[in-house]
């Protein structure tokens, strides 16, 4: 027990408690909705099921011609896509396609669009008023 108490002797104070948050649930983005409005910067992406597919290939993008992705993932096995950190008030272009086991890929679904909700406002400060201290 002696060596385990030298061994954090060395140890400082405690930092900060940080608090982060993880949401319960995400909001899902169907691919059949486009258009829509006030989607979370986090959610999930989902799309149907296609028989006797391994994977599926998900592009992302600020432009719906898809030259400048956010998200190119190929390989994805499920039906759902997680994304995280979008810009806020931000339209976004989203499509799917399907890849074979033999690795040939089908065409694009087709495109799909919606837009992040709006930042939060940022709160004012209303009381305490200015305090001045009158230096002697």
Known sequence: MENKRRKYEGWGGWSD???LYYPNSYTTIDISKTDSTGIAVSGRFKW???KNIATYH???SKSNEFFDNII??????DTSQLFNYLDNNTKYYWRVRAKTKSGIFGLWSV???FTTEAP???P???APKKLFVKCI
């Open 48 to 50: 149907n099921k296609i």
């Open 17 to 19: 408690i940080f608090f």
């Open 124 to 126: 004012i400060l209303i």
């Open 72 to 77: 190119d993932k190929t390989d994805i096995q």
């Open 120 to 122: 939060l406002d940022v």
């Open 111 to 113: 495109v799909s669009n």
């Open 58 to 60: 998900l592009q992302l």
